[in-house]
């Protein structure tokens, strides 16, 4: 990598523009900004690789140089950020002050095309993210279900879970989600995810990317030779075989899923995996939106959109099948169930008005998590898409364990 492209960006001072809904510009009526400085010195940083952590670069010897900031007049300050460098770690902090939850890091870039090409994640996610691989030692007479083995590189958990796991058919990856209890909606989401409510679940595994055209085409070919159904094609064939499947029955997908030796996900399941055991409103955080484009696109494109367990795309690319049952008042009705105890496993109502629609996540209108719809499971919608998890029976000791620390 060539020194002056490394040097251009680090001195160059980033105005940015990110939609606090993630959906375009802004509806609220433009503000004049003042609070911004005419001009900024931004020191030259020591060339590093792309891939390399800001925080890990020498601090910068060369001579400070000043770059004069332009800011729209008509901008809005609630959208806007400046990134700047002086040789620490990166900050991307809102023109009129920010909340902790409004600050970013870089953690890449890229500058083959030009200083504006970066990706930042919030430092909110990132101090809470856990990483795909564990520190801990494998668990005594633990084995995985027939079909499944451990990705023994990405080590274990403190409970000796592997943190990474592979499904031989289908030849996805697969998380690991601790036992323990989590957040379900929000009070101040719209009304069919109100309450929040506080449940308990037990061990289980999520696929790290969505099932992509790709995956399904191999589950209606596996299907075809065994002179089976064949399953319906997704309505988006001619996408890249990367992308997600799309358009797939609630039942073809269920399918599927143990076709693959695993279930589709409780919508409980979904929200622990996206928003982690503290309940973020997205995997990035609780600040504003770091994904701009609904533009459907292959699994794991968007670095910022993975979760604390290492899982990708739970806010945007494709809404997802759920296997609970629809209920606009689900919510309401578990918490005022009368018990004290938190629910286990809560996996939605058994019984709902509308018996045909199920529950689906993620592509909110804001991103946020706790953001649910109920579409008829017999139809396929050429928005939604799947994923599987992998339910591993608790072992009685951890259980318990768990459930006094959390």
Known sequence: MRPTDLRRFFRFLFIVSICSSGCGPSKSTPAPVKAVPNTVTVPAAVPATPAQNPSTTAKPKARPVERKSSVPSNADPKTLFMVSSNGQPMEVEAVRGTLPTERFEVVAADLRYDSRNFVVQSSQASVQSQQLYGTGQKRSGFTLPKGFEEVKENGYSSDGLPMCILCLKTGSKLALVPAGTCIVGSDAGPENSKPTITVYLDTYYMEILEVTIQGYEKYR?????????????????????????????????????????????????????????????????????????????????FPSDRSPYGIYDLAGNAMEWCSDLYSPTSHAEASGSGTKEVPHNWAGPKKVREMNFRVVKGNGKDWSIWDRQGKDMGKGHPEVGFRCVLRIAPDAKTAESSRSIQ
Do not use: C
């Open 221 to 301: 070919a596996d299907q075809r030779e065994k002179k089976k159904p064949v399953p319906p094609a997704p309505s988006n064939p001619s996408s890249s075989p990367q992308t997600p499947a799309l358009g797939v029955p609630w039942g073809v997908a269920g399918n599927y899923a143990k076709w693959a030796g695993m279930e589709l996900p409780t919508e409980a399941e979904f929200e622990k995996a996206a928003r982690g055991p503290h309940g973020l409103r997205t995997p990035w955080g609780d600040g504003k939106a770091l994904i701009s484009s609904r533009t459907l696109s292959a699994t794991g494109s």
